[in-house]
């Protein structure tokens, strides 16, 4: 095919003009046109099994760049552009990013995709088409808030299929429409399909904030991910949002059974549903009574379920595994509770110990367990990232695993190094072409081969070039988009994921508040440090809000006080979404992984910033644990407590309904009390709300429940240790090398590879 002749003619279709008089914005149509048709050319892959990868969240970022990859034009495409005098990426700036999830879960969820189409494996995606997304964050007066994200415009990757399901909720039969987006493979000639569902009136987006009538179904089903769930009419929407999807996810894969030519009584044979989470976890009854009503027995339909689902667990966090009240499912569905109930009935009939049932609770408080629906009718539990698996199996999951010992199983998370490498550092992969050869894109283990050139001076040398231009190529952008003044010499120390506690941007803080203090005392620090931060919290998650409103405020601190900011820097990115990420990345070096260790199930972000020769600081936790031994000591920060100290601290605090042991800490290290006590200053305090300061410094000395004061002083010596090392450039460089070369491992390739040996079978 002419790349170019068909750019041509869209170009004259759409516009009548050349392609070379085209604007960004009427080039950015013509590919996107350009690219769906080639997408919509290729056929899904061939198979007796199919596989359905029901989430809630899918987190794809923007598709140009990726899409163009993997139907093998990208080249092509940037040559055309350049002849007219545009970029590819400058192109890409006008496409708007979905914000279809929150952060890791739905940014896994679209690897996967990715590799699943590039393995060339017949897997699809099912999930929801919110209209507005996440959210937009605005920082204003050193505080979050938010907005609507519309992404979708006359012309988006969505493809209206005209299928249409119907949901039967409580209140009345809902009609689904399905659109899809195409998923090509890269190096095959397939593509597979992205599943979204939505109503058929949608309602616009609300004025000003994100606040709407959540009663206002059906309209509002499809408008954000995740609404607030602070209230009781906030949860139900979700679990109204769950129902839509699986009802109609379900419907989807016996209609498309049915098409395939098989027999419904042999559904196990020919579909697996893989459930990301507990989110889609309705699918397991809801498929129960729909192969009920095509004429399967309640028997036959449990066990084929049992045997068609598998589930994926995420989180060890206790406020993050889904209860529902029974009463709202039986509000929500009322068809699904007596199914339910049979499923939680024959559980007891089997397992007595209440630690596995399904249905908790006395009469009229009952709550339906969510997980522990999925493992007893899943074929499949798997955790993500090997000491996360090792928790679930030996204290979290621990009863169900001694029931189904064969059932637990780990897929450590991976990443695709075509959007984390290939695509978003294009200077770095191309030196590991020259290095290791092309080879490596279609098989990253290649990447190993970098290590022959530990000791090459020019190699070395140009890996820190390329982290250079990187870094002023970020510090540009920063500038032009949001106006933010960063030195591209200095150290960039970067930590860009959701605000949570657990994930312990505070104690980050506490870090640069120890710099401060230091440099107000004229100690001044080594070399200087630019502290990036990027993370949106929870509309309704007070605590974090708090935590950015401190960040936010010692960011505007530093930047009054000429003496501090040459040395330090604070900069918080806004509205940190996956375009951002693909340029923070690259330019990062000092990877900031430090949540206490035992509640990071696993990180992606962990292994993106590897790949891009970023040096890990971090906690033993998730998938650090394998980054770890891979890299060899010497080549990653680890700092603080250990998960299983972690854990039983956790089982103390429980057995002496302790609060919090962190008040000794608080009180009697006396290193520690005066970072604390910083939230109190008026030094800092006038520059934002005293009171959101002090709830921060009355939650960090008297509950601490993700124990930063635990871990502070180790981190700020492994951090000190870290920025001093950085200072020996060929030592740092060599690190950098080493953390690319083994990043392979961490190839969504290679996951997805594994679940299909262990789990899907396809
Ligand atoms: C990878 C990614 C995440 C996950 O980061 P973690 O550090 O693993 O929590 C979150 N958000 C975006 C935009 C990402 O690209």
Not at 115 to 124: C, H, N, V
Not at 298 to 319: F, G
Not at 548 to 563: K, T
Request: some cysteine; hydrophobic content about 40%.
């Amino acid at each position: 095919m002419d790349v170019k002749q068909r750019m041509q003619e869209l170009s004259q279709a759409k516009y009548g003009q050349e392609l070379s008089q085209c604007g960004d914005e009427q080039l950015y149509h013509v590919l996107l046109q350009f690219t769906q048709e080639l997408s919509q050319s290729r056929p899904a892959p061939k198979g007796e099994r199919k596989l359905y990868y029901f989430s809630a969240e899918f987190l794809i970022g923007k598709l140009l760049s990726n899409n163009l990859l993997a139907l093998g034009v990208f080249d092509q495409v940037s040559q055309v552009l350049a002849e007219c005098g545009h970029t590819l990426s400058a192109v890409e700036e006008v496409e708007p990013e979905p914000s279809l999830g929150n952060g890791g879960l739905g940014r896994l969820a679209a690897c996967f995709l990715d590799s699943i189409a590039a393995l060339g494996l017949p897997g699809d995606g099912v999930g929801l088409n919110y209209h507005y997304g996440l959210f937009e964050q605005k920082l204003e007066n050193n505080k979050q808030s938010e907005r609507p994200n519309p992404w979708i415009g006359d012309e988006s990757w969505l493809i209206p299929t005209g299928k249409e399901f119907e949901v039967p909720f409580g209140f009345g039969p809902v009609r689904a429409k399905l659109f899809d987006i195409a998923v090509p493979g890269a190096h095959t000639g397939i593509a597979n399909r992205l599943h979204l569902f939505d109503v058929e009136n949608p309602a616009p987006a609300p004025e000003g904030g994100i606040d709407f009538d959540k009663h206002d179904l059906p309209a509002r089903l499809t408008s954000f991910l995740y609404p607030d769930d602070s209230d009781e009419a906030g949860r139900l929407l979700r679990v109204y949002q769950q129902y839509f999807m699986v009802s109609a996810g379900a419907q989807l894969v016996l209609k498309e059974l049915e098409e395939r030519g098989f027999d419904v009584h042999t559904i196990s044979d020919h579909v697996v549903i893989q459930i990301n989470d507990t989110h889609p976890s309705m699918v397991i009854p809801e498929l129960v009574r729909l192969l009920t009503q095509k004429g399967l027995t309640m028997d036959e339909a449990v066990e084929q379920v049992a045997k068609t689902c598998a589930y994926t667990n995420h989180t060890i966090l206790a406020e993050a595994l889904e209860k529902w009240p029974l009463t709202f499912i039986e509000k929500v569905a009322p068809q699904l509770a007596p199914i339910i109930k049979e499923l939680d009935t024959r559980a007891k009939a089997a397992h007595s110990d209440p630690k596995v049932a399904i249905i908790q609770g006395e009469a009229g408080k009952e709550v339906v367990h969510m997980a522990h629906m999925d493992i007893h009718y899943g074929y499949s539990v798997n955790g993500v990232a090997a000491l996360h698996t090792d928790i679930l199996k030996s204290s979290e999951l621990k009863p169900f695993n001694d029931i189904y010992p064969g059932k637990f199983n780990n897929k450590t998370n991976g990443v695709t190094l075509r959007r984390w490498l290939e695509v978003c550092n294009p200077k770095l992969a191309a030196l590991l072409d020259e290095c290791v050869g092309k080879e490596w894109r279609c098989d990253p283990n290649r990447l190993n081969k970098l290590m022959d050139f530990y000791n090459d001076t020019s190699v070395l040398d140009r890996i820190q070039a390329i982290k250079a231009e990187n870094k002023r190529a970020l510090a540009d952008t920063l500038r032009r988009e949001q106006g933010i003044e960063m030195d591209p010499e200095s150290v960039f120390d970067i930590q860009v994921k959701r605000l949570h506690e657990y994930k312990r941007q505070q104690m980050n803080a506490l870090y640069v508040i120890r710099k401060y203090l230091d440099i107000k005392a004229g100690k001044i620090p080594e070399r200087p440090v630019t502290v990036i931060f990027g993370a949106k919290a929870a509309p309704a998650y007070v605590m974090a809000k708090h935590i950015i409103h401190l960040i936010l405020c010692l960011r505007q601190l530093i930047e009054n006080d000429p003496q501090v900011h040459p040395w330090l820097r604070v900069v918080m990115v806004e509205n940190y979404n996956v375009s951002w990420a693909e340029k923070l990345i690259p330019a990062c070096d000092i990877s900031e992984q430090i949540s206490l260790a035992s509640k990071e199930a696993s990180g992606t972000g962990n292994m993106k910033f590897m790949a891009n020769g970023a040096v890990t600081l971090g906690t033993r936790d998730g998938a650090n644990v394998e980054i770890a031994d891979l890299v060899g000591p010497d080549n990653i920060y680890s700092f603080g407590a250990s998960s299983n100290w972690i854990i039983e601290l956790y089982e103390q605090k429980a057995r002496d309904h302790k609060l919090g042991y962190q008040s000794e800490i608080y009180y009697q290290r006396p290193d520690v009390k005066p970072l604390v006590d910083f939230l109190l200053n008026p030094v800092l305090t006038q520059y934002g709300d005293a009171d959101a300061l002090k709830a921060l410094w009355t939650d960090i000395t008297g509950k601490d429940w993700f124990m930063s004061l635990l871990d502070v002083e180790s981190y700020i010596s492994a951090r000190d240790r870290a920025i001093h090392d950085y200072g020996d450039k060929p030592f740092w460089a060599r690190k950098m090398l080493v953390n690319t070369a083994r990043c392979g491992f961490f190839s969504s390739d290679r996951t997805i590879a594994q679940y299909n040996k262990d789990i899907w079978r396809l």
